[in-house]
């Protein structure tokens, strides 16, 4: 595919809190785009504050694809992500507009960027799938973390450890093919270097400090806004707490809250300290983008940056 055949592509990844949402809104309005959603817990209805998901005032009418689509007792991974992404991009195009991928799930990104090929990672083990979740159930998931951590610690170093989910399925995979998940998602992602699109990766960063003092502030927005109840409100709709959606950060703390296994305040803190830690663990994934243009979000209008390479 030569490069008058590709079709445009614009991404605005990075850290959480560091100012995605509105940067792309007002690409989008400039532009004549219409915004994906690149982040693996805004497809869940009834999970917007601890998502801070892009409230439909903040839209300005740019239409928004892939939030709200899927109930909470719904998985959602990459595979989906990539055929729901694919999809939406094909709505865009023929709107006549130009898709904006907006979020900091980098995997889902690069699923999408790269064209992964999931055939492999698909396989299963269902017996041995079962057996881990019980291992989970009965001893906890730091269990399962530290069997990672023995038998695949390339893979342990780069995802996280306190998704059990993302957990097993690592493990599933090493006993599948004797080899890191980790290795094969990089392997694609290298296998992808001519991507079939015309796109341009836009990270935006900033001061860390600063960047934690954001995460921070956001955290106690959330609680004031009603974080509790609405993961109340999942409990109650019997979400289970092992569920894909109550892995979410924000969302788990709370549900260990109301299990009586910490107090308000310390789940509080531990939602700070995941979500910076996430921050770290996201801009870490977007560095071996080789192609990412890293916009200063705190040094002026991130927009004049990005504005010179459209």
């Known amino acids: 595919m030569t490069e008058v055949d590709k079709k445009k592509l614009i991404i605005i990844a990075g850290p959480t809190a560091i100012g995605k949402t509105a940067a792309s809104v007002r690409l989008a309005k400039e532009i004549g785009g219409e915004i994906i959603s690149g982040d693996s817990m805004q497809v869940y209805r009834g999970m917007d504050i601890g998502t801070a998901k892009v409230s439909y005032e903040e839209m300005q009418g740019v239409p928004h694809h892939l939030i709200d689509i899927l109930d909470p007792d719904t998985d959602f991974n990459a595979v989906l992500f990539q055929r729901l992404a694919k999809e939406a991009c094909d709505k865009i195009y023929a709107n006549g507009h130009i ?49 990672l951590k023995a038998t695949d610690p390339l893979t342990a170093a780069v995802i996280d450890l306190k998704n059990t989910k993302r957990v097993i399925r690592a493990l599933e995979y090493y006993k599948l093919h004797q080899s890191p998940i980790a290795v094969h998602n990089e392997e694609q992602a290298k296998r992808r270097n001519d991507s079939p699109y ?82 770290k663990r996201q801009l870490t994934w977007f560095k071996r983008e080789k192609n990412a243009i890293w916009i200063e979000a705190d040094k002026g209008d991130p927009l004049d940056d990005i504005r010179k390479y459209l």
Request: aromatic residues 10%; proline residues 2%; hydrophobic residues 35%.
């Open 198 to 279: 015309d796109y341009r990766f836009f990270v935006l960063t900033g001061d860390r400090e600063a960047l934690y003092k954001r995460i921070d502030a956001r955290v106690d927005k959330m609680i004031a806004e009603g974080l509790l109840q609405e993961v109340q409100g999942l409990k109650n709709a019997g979400i289970r707490p092992d569920s894909t959606a109550a892995q979410a950060i924000g969302y788990k703390e709370i549900y260990t809250y109301f299990d009586g296994k910490c107090s308000l305040e310390e789940a509080v803190e531990r939602i700070k300290t995941d979500s910076r830690r996430y921050a």
């Open 99 to 147: 898709p904006i991928v907006c979020g900091g799930t980098g995997f889902y990104i690069q699923a999408l960027l790269y064209d992964i090929d999931f055939t492999e990672e698909e396989e299963r083990d269902d017996n041995y799938r079962r057996e881990l979740e019980v291992i989970a159930a009965k001893e906890g998931g730091e269990r399962l973390a530290d069997m």
